[in-house]
């Protein structure tokens, strides 16, 4: 496999339309322009369908979703969708509460996302239509492992074909399908999930990555997955013996900034399942 | 005073529901991830009920409330006292607007918080019931200085005894009292008032270490204010001659996720009064 | 030209009031906080007239305005200027839908705005009355450059005019005017344009600064372009290998903190035209 997404990225600084939460957004916007992307963030129901038409790619992040974005996601959504722009779902705290649960299968149903991202517990609530998650992160007992891997790979193919997406599901390892082809991703740091966002900000280059594979390639998504992991192995390799969770969460979006083709090549570990 | 609640948070990794302003949302996260408790984020009243039970304490910060935000608020406030969970209000700017006076004096009487948290200016709002506040910040004229503590100990006692709460002042001396048992904590850098948003990194770290101290023991609470004042003392120490604010904010949340129970208990500086 | 706005500001420590969008408040907090002045961020339609009327300046932001913003910066729009307070308009992707572009306008027209701080596709969208803007970027069509400066200059100097406002266009070149003289700033770096919000900041700064020259001279406002330029020279000379976007937004605001009006005055680069 070859790392061309990043560089496509950077050549064609693809605007990027999020409707995400308050609480990594500050993050979602510089990882995007740390990447070659341009960022805009706009919620109203009024001008999200203007908005998103002057872009080429929408991440949906229901992180903290209210009665009056939720319109304005399905709108969006909507909109893009039918002018073939790529959109990405990112399911957060699916299964945490009903609202989240419906919102995201309503986004899934009427919006058709390219691209679902989430954490294991997330998805499974998306694939089963129902589900309980403790909070934002996977339940430990969801975990993706060796052992279970195979399973969790039949599972998602199925899932993904059902919703014509391509499935992501982050953690240890990372595994990703359309339906038919299964890849999984061996890079990244378990620290990463001790800064707010990581997974918020992977959604959104994944827009960022499809706005520039017009045919949603998996591949593409592969390589941008295994981005957000290198920057976390090569950031933590640069933390000093005082540096904690703040420092690392700045080293990251630093370590997309410098990052090279030739650098993401080398480093990632992309396995055709 | 031995430094365990540290450890228990890390040991425990409550959930800590927060409802708080969009300024320093972002912060209030990476510093519950930093002392190992995990955040989540969630405030619209469709959800807020399903979510604070999820989880094993509560924050309430009106730092940027809204109409749709005052009822998510309430809302969760009382299912979380009624389930037995730890709530902190966070009264940011209580007296700068009758609605932030009013929305504080709501919740103190509705949901009746296990801790207060805020200056001396919005504690003293709180407490009279009426306020006239400058901003954000306390007033000068308010200031606790080592010549009023007395008499202000003894105002808040009362006040604590009365709301049935743990209080917290914090400034260039922190006091808190139970309504009985009064301590101060005589550490942190006056700096940490130019990082927007200690104040509410420390009324979210208060909810995660009433999480696993069920009793809600004041000795959590002076430890905590004392946890978040050395984090200010080491991060500040480490400062370089072109640092300013914005490095200091990202050193005290590394401060925190790098501390440990004996750098805390050989630092921190708890009297009972 | 005297560099003196910088040590009126730490003297008056205004407070500056801030309605301004959700993706870069933490660092219009903290900008301001570094610069001396104190930020305070309300934007409920129920509070705004009261916090405004304790503050000494406000900045609005229509970033990621919304139906329940909108009306809130009009009101608090309205009463800055009745209680003679200055204004700055910061009209953030104005052009790019028509809930922007009509929002702006009615600020224009209903609050009259001191100061008006946008990109050239911006500014050209309020003072034409309509237009259309790729995101929240200036089209490179429209971008000031030596050859077009004077005949930009007479655009904006008649725009001022008749806006009877101070208009600020930043770029590789930024030009400010009071619609009878025109001063250009050649200072600052075009990575600062990779730092989601610099805008925001400078917009926000600019109420600080005017919060303390009464008068709204445009020689402040010069200054305090100026200031942000000079933050984003002196924070890129500190840059590491590594070091990307992420750690350049920390090292602008520190520059802010650490800045010395001797300093600003060495190196600012203010032309009359």
Redesign the interface.
């Known amino acids: 496999m070859t790392s061309s997404t990043l560089d496509q990225i950077r050549a064609a600084s693809p605007?990027v339309h999020c409707i995400t939460?308050?609480?990594?957004?500050?993050?979602v916007?510089?990882v995007l322009?740390?990447i070659g992307a341009?960022?805009?963030?706009?919620?109203?129901?009024?001008?999200v369908e203007?908005?998103t038409a002057?872009?080429a790619g929408l991440c949906l992040n229901i992180?903290?979703?209210?009665?009056?974005t939720i319109p304005s996601m399905l709108s969006a959504g909507k909109r893009a969708r039918a002018l073939g722009h790529p959109v990405v779902l990112d399911p957060v705290?699916a299964g945490?509460?009903?609202?989240?649960t419906e919102t995201a299968l309503r986004i899934l149903h009427e919006v058709r996302p390219t691209v679902i991202r989430g954490n294991i517990s997330e998805i499974r609530t998306l694939a089963v239509g129902s589900g309980t998650t403790?909070?934002?992160?996977a339940d430990a007992a969801d975990a993706v492992t060796e052992e279970n891997l195979a399973a969790t790979a039949d599972f998602l193919r199925a899932f993904a074909a059902r919703a014509e997406a391509i499935v992501v599901v982050t953690g240890a390892i990372d595994i990703m399908t359309d339906g038919v082809t299964v890849y999984t991703v061996r890079n990244g740091r378990p620290e990463m999930g001790?800064?707010?966002?990581t997974g918020c900000q992977l959604s959104a280059l994944l827009a960022a990555a499809l706005a520039v594979e017009p045919l949603g390639l998996l591949a593409a998504v592969a390589e941008t997955v295994a981005l957000m992991d290198v920057a976390g192995e090569i950031a933590w390799a640069?933390m000093g013996?005082?540096?904690?969770?703040?420092?690392y969460?700045?080293?990251?979006?630093?370590?997309?900034?410098?990052m090279t083709a030739e650098e993401l090549a080398a480093r990632m570990n992309i396995t055709k399942l």
Chains 1, 2, 3 share one sequence.
Do not use: F, K
């Open positions: 605007l939460n308050y609480v990594t957004v500050n993050d916007a510089n322009l740390a341009r960022p805009i963030m706009a919620d109203d129901p009024e001008e203007e908005i002057l872009c992180g903290t979703l209210n009665a009056r705290g945490a509460s009903r609202l989240r403790q909070g934002v992160d001790l800064v707010t966002g640069q013996e005082r540096d904690g969770n703040a420092t969460r700045t080293c990251i979006i630093d370590s997309i900034y410098r």
